[in-house]
Structure formats: structure tokens, C-alpha cells
């Protein structure tokens, strides 16, 4: 076994940031290691584009012929068809929705190790020994494979891509995966691109979030109104953005965006790591959530455990009556 | 049409979350519950059952024997029968081999469609349904936040990093599904007491034929070698509100200059 893979995953035609970053962080892993990095593409991509993955840290760019990558199933046949002919050691995944479950299938298929959730890789005594928080990202475990092969979810966006780097081409190697009949028996039969609603949530400097403690769709002109005394926007989860209550467009986390404002105002919202995922560089974090046992209070700088209903408003205007 | 859904117990959000340093192991002090995420993932197959569709749902679970209650709690909100797999051979699993035992119980029958949860508050990986679909040969897709039954054809809408997705796959399937599918109901009274009424099987590893060598710790392919701290965001306050709240939050956005 020799060598880290690295799925670059493609999202609407372009590379994923966060694989980009993981490429990158892949690249410092091999050098400790003494292992060369290889990048996976699956899909439709020109070849300058996948081979200026060379520039993130990839020698060799391996790029799966074939579609329906939109799903987990055919990436695991990919990577399956490449593992068998290349053994790498390490198989490194950004987390998304496609990538976290094909690599869960591709550890099955490969009988590998499986680490979810890891927020750093470092290189001890020769071999990778991942940092998976848990428990509410109060602990580090230290996880070690016990097999040859090993397989690692990467937290989103835990590691950033450079701005620009340089670095030559990569050799690029297509190759027809061995598809499964159970794997492509799904397909992707229709898609809504994400509407863009007027504000960008990513330029705002406060922005207030709401989850589903607001209740129903109507009382987010609570957040809007807090939102417009602050000069800010209003943001959400996916709970409520999956409800219908909120435009897509106005996501945080894991799926969504990520977003760094001057201050995040968290109404309602429970915390949940692919919330936290999205949100937490914010400069300042409060919360208002009536659950004293709410995850999102053990990362708020200002807590207050109470009824978002009672608070708001006032909130609100007292803000507008300082302006 | 026979669904399984599978459920899974997790300690209480209010039970005090420790890991022991010297075994590694999570403490669990306090009561275990359902996983509250799993219960829209029931809530979901009791309405394909109230829509008509002639339904048998079994609720399974790989869990210790004591979790006996949370298979009740699942039975209460909409099962008609179980299959709990306990044996003290399962502990240490990590996700490759309990999604080993999962796919063992799963194809003692022929389900024609398998839900999960989106997640486990606990363990917080999310890719259960993915490791598992992948040992039963079927095909597979995660966080549902709609599910249609056309048939023998399962229409799915979820969300993806750009916008959504409708993915159409036959039966039998397996599916997890997002916590905005619905709004799970409060189990009745006569619902709760009738639980313990139903079928029950309960069952070892001998009995479920899953060789013990490929569960449980020795079924594991990882380890834990050691514990650290995360670097914490720093000094935070955390306050009850006594009616003064609002006034509070202003306080500290005008310190930090939030608000001038
Ligand atoms: C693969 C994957 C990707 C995901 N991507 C994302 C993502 O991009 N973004 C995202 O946000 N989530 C994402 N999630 C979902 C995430 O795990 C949570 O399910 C979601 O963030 C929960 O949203 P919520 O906080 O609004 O709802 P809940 O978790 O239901 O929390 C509601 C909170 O409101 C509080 N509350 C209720 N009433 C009141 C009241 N009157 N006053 C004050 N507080 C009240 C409750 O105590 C509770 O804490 C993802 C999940 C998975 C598995
Ligand atoms: N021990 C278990 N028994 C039954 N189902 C489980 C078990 N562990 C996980 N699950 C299912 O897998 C889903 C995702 O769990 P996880 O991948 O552990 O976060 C849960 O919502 C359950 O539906």
C-alpha cells in the first residue's frame, strides 16, 4: 500500500474549495509520510483544469470516464476500480453530501478503516493518526487505522485552499470504472439550482440567524427586523431552509455557506456541528435558545437561555431606539 | 410493503457527556433515549402506512439489552414489530462493523425499503445508511427532506451544496432521511402501553449468525490512541434571562461595538 488519494470533488463544474484544501494539507501529510498524493476527479472536466490540480499538491490526476457522480454509489465504484490498481494507502475525502457517504461505501467495499469528522491529520511514528472531535467538539480522539488501507472524511472546509499557488501539471490518467448494477440503479432526475435571493449573506457584517425554534416561517420577520436595526442580514439553518421557511440562498453550514460576519446572532438554533461548521469564525457568536443544554452554547461568546419571543422584540427595540 | 427503520439509543442531551481517559470509552452516566432524529424517519413510514399503502414496520436496533426501552419508545411512535440485536460482544463497534451487524439483521428479511436517521446526536457521522446499503447491494440516498412512493419507484428531493436534487431509485432501497421531512407526532397513550404488546425478537450474535470476530472491538478497523482538548473560542458568558435579557445582549454588543 503506498500513496493518498484525494477526491477533488467537482460541484456545478468547478473544484470544491474545501478538496482544494485538502489537497494541500494532503501534500504536507506525504511529505511527512514519504507518500506521493494522486487526486480522483469523477465526472465531466477539461484537461487543464484537472491538471492544474498540480498546483494544490497532486502528482498525478486519475479522472473516472462515465456520470451519475451527483450520487455516492458511482464514486464508490470509482474508487473501487482505481484502488484495485493503484493500492493507495490513504483515501481522503472533504466531507459533502456525495463524498461523506461514498466514502463510507468505499471503506465497506475495501473492508478499510473509517474516520468521519476529522479535523486534522497529522503524521506520527510513520503512518496517519487523524483528530476526530467528538462529543460536541469538547474532545480530540486520536484515531489510528488498525487495517492497510484507511479512509478519511475531512470536516468541511477544515482546511483552506491557498490563494494562489503555483506548481506544475499534473499527469493525468483516465480510466472507466467497473460500475455495480446497484450503484447506478438511483439517478438524478431533475435539480433546482439554488435561487439567489437579493442580499449576500457572505458580505454582511452581523448577521442574525434563525432555526427552528422560531416556530413557522412568520416569525422570521422577527430575525428581519432585529436583522434591519443592526444593518444586517438574516441567515438560516437547514432545518428551516429543508421546511420551506427560508430561501436556500441564506443557508450556513456544512451544505450551505460559510460565513464570517462581525457578529452572529443565533435565534433559535440548536448548534449542530454542520450549523457550527458554517459559522463559527464569526467575530462575536450569541445565542438565544431555551434550552440551557443546547449545543450552540458551548461555542456562543454571550448565551442567554431563554424564550426568543420575549427577547427579540425588545431586543429589537432597543436597538432601533439607541439609533 | 415491509420497511425497516433503523434506530439507534444515544445518551440524553441532558445526561453529562464524558469520555473515561483511562479505556477511552464514553461514559455514560444518566438515561439513554431514542435518538431524537430517528423518530422523523418513523414518523415518515407510519404516513406511507396512513396513505394507504398496506405497511409493516420494524423498528431494529443494535444496542446493549438494556435499550429494551428505547425499542418500546420507537414501537410507541409507529412499529409493528421488533428486531433488537444485544450481545456484549457488539461493544467497541465502530462504523464498519456495526453497520456489519445492521446489514445481518436487515437481510434476515426481504424489506423493501430501509430508512435511518439523518444522524445520531451522539456520534454525529451521518453515513450509517451509506455503509450499510453498500454491504446489502441496494441502492442508496441521504438526507431526504421528501420521500414519494410511486409504485415500485421512490422519489426522492434533498439538498445538496447547489440547490436540490431529485433522485428516483426501485425498491428496495435505503434511505436516510433530513429532520425537516416532518414533524414527528407525540406517541398516544394507548400507543405507549401497547408497545410492549408486540412482537419482540431479540437476538445474539450466534442467533443472528454474525461470527463475533467481525463485530465489536475485534471487528473494529480503528483505534483510539489518545485524547486531546481543542482549543476552546475563550472566556464566554452565559446568562438565564430574568426579564432583563434584551437589555443585556445590548450591553454586550455596545462593548464590542456591535451597536454604537
Ligand atoms: C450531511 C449534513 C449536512 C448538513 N448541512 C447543514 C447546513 O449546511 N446547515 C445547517 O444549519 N444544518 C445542516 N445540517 C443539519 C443539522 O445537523 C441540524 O439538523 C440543523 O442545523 C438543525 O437546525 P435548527 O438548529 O434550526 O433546528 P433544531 O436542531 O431543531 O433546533 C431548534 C432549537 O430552537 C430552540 N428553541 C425552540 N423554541 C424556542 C424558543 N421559543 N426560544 C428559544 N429557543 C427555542 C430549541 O431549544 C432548539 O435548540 C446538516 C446535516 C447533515 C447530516
Ligand atoms: N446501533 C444502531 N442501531 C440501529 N441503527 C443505528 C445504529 N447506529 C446508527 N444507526 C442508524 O444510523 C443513523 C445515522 O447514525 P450515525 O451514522 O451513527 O450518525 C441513525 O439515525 C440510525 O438510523
Redesign the pocket.
Known amino acids: 500500500m503506498a500513496g493518498i488519494l484525494v477526491f477533488a470533488e467537482l460541484q456545478g463544474g468547478a473544484f470544491a474549495t474545501g478538496s482544494l484544501g485538502l489537497l494541500e494539507e494532503a501534500e504536507r501529510l506525504g511529505q511527512a509520510l514519504g507518500e506521493p498524493v494522486h487526486a480522483l476527479v469523477c465526472g465531466d472536466v477539461d484537461g487543464s483544469q484537472a491538471a492544474a490540480l498540480g498546483r494544490h499538491g497532486a502528482t498525478v490526476v486519475h479522472v473516472a470516464a462515465g456520470g451519475g457522480y451527483g450520487l455516492a454509489q458511482p464514486i464508490v465504484d470509482a474508487v473501487a476500480t482505481l484502488q484495485a490498481a493503484e493500492s493507495f494507502r490513504y483515501l481522503l475525502f472533504g ?1 459533502s ?1 456525495a463524498a ?1 457517504d461514498a466514502a463510507a461505501g468505499a471503506a465497506v467495499r475495501l473492508d478499510a478503516g473509517l474516520v468521519i469528522d476529522a479535523v486534522e491529520l497529522a503524521a506520527d511514528g510513520g503512518e496517519l493518526v487523524t483528530r476526530r472531535a467528538g462529543l460536541g467538539d469538547s474532545v480530540l480522539a486520536h484515531c489510528a487505522f488498525t487495517t492497510p488501507v484507511g479512509v478519511v472524511v475531512v470536516r468541511a472546509n477544515a482546511f483552506a485552499a491557498a490563494e494562489d499557488r503555483s506548481g506544475p501539471d499534473a499527469e493525468l490518467r483516465t480510466f472507466a470504472p467497473e460500475f455495480r448494477t446497484f450503484s447506478t440503479a438511483a439517478r438524478i432526475s431533475g435539480h433546482e439550482e439554488a435561487e439567489q435571493s437579493g442580499v449576500d449573506i457572505g458580505e454582511a457584517d452581523v448577521l442574525v440567524g434563525g ?3 422560531l ?1 413557522k416561517a412568520e416569525n422570521f420577520a422577527l430575525c428581519e427586523a432585529l436583522a434591519a436595526a443592526l444593518g444586517g442580514a438574516v441567515a ?5 431552509v429543508d421546511a420551506g421557511w427560508y430561501p436556500y440562498s441564506s ?6 455557506k460559510m460565513v464570517s460576519p462581525r457578529c452572529y446572532i443565533a ?9 457550527k461548521v ?1 459559522m463559527q469564525s464569526s467575530g462575536l457568536i450569541v445565542a ?4 440551557a443544554n ?1 449545543p ?1 452554547f458551548d461555542f456562543a461568546d454571550f448565551g442567554v437561555v ?4 420575549a427577547i427579540v422584540p425588545k431586543l429589537t427595540e432597543l436597538v432601533k431606539a439607541r439609533g | 410493503m415491509k420497511i425497516a427503520i433503523c434506530v439507534k439509543e444515544v445518551p440524553d442531551p441532558t445526561a453529562e457527556k464524558r469520555i473515561d481517559p483511562g479505556t477511552n470509552r464514553l461514559v455514560r452516566t444518566g438515561e439513554n433515549t431514542l435518538n431524537p ?1 430517528d423518530r422523523h424517519a418513523i414518523e415518515e413510514a407510519v404516513r406511507i402506512k396512513e396513505s394507504g399503502v398496506e405497511t409493516e414496520i420494524s423498528i431494529v436496533l443494535v444496542g446493549p439489552a438494556s435499550a429494551a426501552r428505547t425499542v418500546d419508545k420507537a414501537l410507541a411512535q409507529g412499529g409493528d414489530r421488533s428486531v433488537h440485536l444485544a450481545d456484549d460482544g457488539l461493544a467497541d463497534s465502530d462504523i464498519l462493523a456495526t453497520s456489519r451487524a445492521l446489514a445481518a439483521l436487515l437481510e434476515r428479511d426481504a424489506y423493501d425499503l430501509v430508512l435511518f436517521g ?2 445520531a446526536s451522539d456520534a454525529e457521522c ?1 453515513v450509517m445508511a451509506a455503509a450499510v446499503a453498500e454491504r446489502l447491494d441496494r441502492p442508496c440516498v ?2 431526504a427532506a421528501s420521500l414519494t412512493l410511486d409504485g415500485s419507484t421512490l422519489r426522492v428531493k434533498r ?1 445538496v451544496e447547489t440547490g436540490y436534487d431529485t433522485v428516483e431509485m426501485p425498491l428496495p432501497a435505503v434511505v436516510s432521511v ?2 425537516a421531512i416532518n414533524e414527528p407526532r407525540y406517541p398516544s397513550l394507548p400507543a405507549i402501553m401497547g408497545a410492549k404488546r408486540k412482537p419482540h425478537e431479540v437476538l445474539s450474535l450466534a442467533d443472528a449468525g454474525i461470527d463475533p470476530d467481525t463485530v465489536g472491538g475485534a471487528g473494529s478497523r480503528t483505534t483510539v490512541r489518545g485524547l486531546s482538548k481543542p482549543a476552546g473560542r475563550g472566556a464566554s458568558v452565559r446568562i438565564e434571562d430574568d426579564g432583563t435579557a434584551a437589555e443585556k445582549i445590548l450591553a454586550f454588543l455596545v462593548e464590542n461595538k456591535v451597536v454604537v
Not at chain 1, 438560516?236 to 428551516?240: D, H, L, P, Q, W
Not at chain 1, 435565534?267 to 450549523?275: E, F, K, L, T
Open positions: 466531507a453530501i461523506s432555526g427552528r425554534g416556530g438560516a439553518t437547514r432545518a428551516v443557508q450556513v453550514g456544512q451544505t450551505g435565534v433559535g438554533i440548536s448548534g449542530a456541528i454542520q450549523h458554517g438565544i435558545n431555551k434550552d443546547a450552540i431563554g424564550d426568543l419571543h | 432524529y439523518q444522524q451521518y441521504s438526507q439538498q433530513s429532520d
